[in-house]
């Protein structure tokens, strides 16, 4: 079992910046891809952004390249979701998760482990 627990939301302004970070509990850290995930009002939950178990592969949704940066720490057993440029369809709550290093980044249904969320809240 993996326990994830996010933390770093907020209100921002269009155009300001956020850092979440989920720290993870449980079986090793260094074992898993991390993702994050985000669910905005009305919406179903959308790949944002993950991580190999190194930190050596990212991949991320067209959507935010070039002003989110997926990173980790696996000393810490962390990882971080860096969000530059924020724009009001970034609203939403995000969540990470975890999955084993064999399944897809960016399928939903392939992360085995989630934690509750974080809400952030672009205001134009």
């Known amino acids: 079992q993996v326990h994830l627990v996010e933390s770093g939301g907020g209100l921002v302004q269009a155009g300001g910046s956020l850092r979440l970070s989920c720290a993870a509990s449980?079986?090793?850290?260094?074992?898993?891809?991390m993702g994050w995930f985000r669910r905005a009002p009305g919406k179903e939950y959308a790949f944002v952004a993950a991580?190999?178990?190194?930190?050596?592969?990212?991949h991320y949704t067209d959507s935010v390249k070039g002003r989110f940066t997926i990173s980790r720490d696996n000393a810490k057993n962390t990882v971080y979701l860096q969000m530059n440029s924020l724009k009001p369809e970034d609203t939403a709550v995000y969540l990470c998760?975890?999955?084993?290093?064999?399944?897809?980044?960016?399928?939903?249904?392939?992360?085995?482990?989630w934690g509750q969320g974080a809400q952030v809240t672009v205001a134009k």
């Open positions: 998760a975890a999955q084993s290093p064999l399944a897809t980044m960016t399928r939903f249904v392939e992360y085995d482990y």
């Open positions: 991580i190999s178990t190194s930190g050596s592969n990212t």
């Open positions: 449980g079986r090793t850290f260094s074992n898993y891809t």
